[in-house]
């Protein structure tokens, strides 16, 4: 079964950090474009980040300065290192697997950051 489940969400104070993890099963990611998203409820999905399947990354701006993203091709994994985060982090975090015609997405990890 193919599957993107993501993990490491959780309550963390501002200014602290998470590390959000996607593990894909049933399929290598290696090939993939792999993307980070996050959603507020009522509002639009919105891209975090890129990754190739060369290891270029892009990452929006609104973040650039905190977040960094990575992936680890032998433990078919994503991550997203999140620091200095704050309250408007505050979302459901989601992983995205894309190549060709084929696309992948996790359930998703809450993040909340409140004091």
């Known amino acids: 079964q193919v599957q993107l489940v993501e993990s490491g969400g959780g309550l963390v104070q501002p200014g602290g950090s998470l590390r959000l993890s996607c593990v894909g099963s049933?399929?290598?990611?290696?090939?993939?474009?792999m993307r980070w998203y996050r959603q507020v409820p009522g509002r639009e999905r919105e891209w975090v980040s890129f990754?190739?399947?060369?290891?270029?990354?892009e990452t929006a701006t609104s973040v650039r300065d905190r977040f960094a993203i990575s992936r680890d091709n032998a433990k078919n994994t994503l991550y997203l290192q999140m620091n200095s985060l704050k309250p408007e982090d505050t979302a459901i975090y989601y992983c995205?697997?894309?190549?060709?015609?084929?696309?992948?997405w996790g359930q998703g990890t809450q993040v909340t950051v409140s004091s």
């Open positions: 049933g399929f290598s990611l290696g090939p993939y474009l």
């Open positions: 995205n697997a894309r190549f060709r015609e084929t696309e992948y």
């Open positions: 990754i190739t399947a060369s290891g270029t990354t």
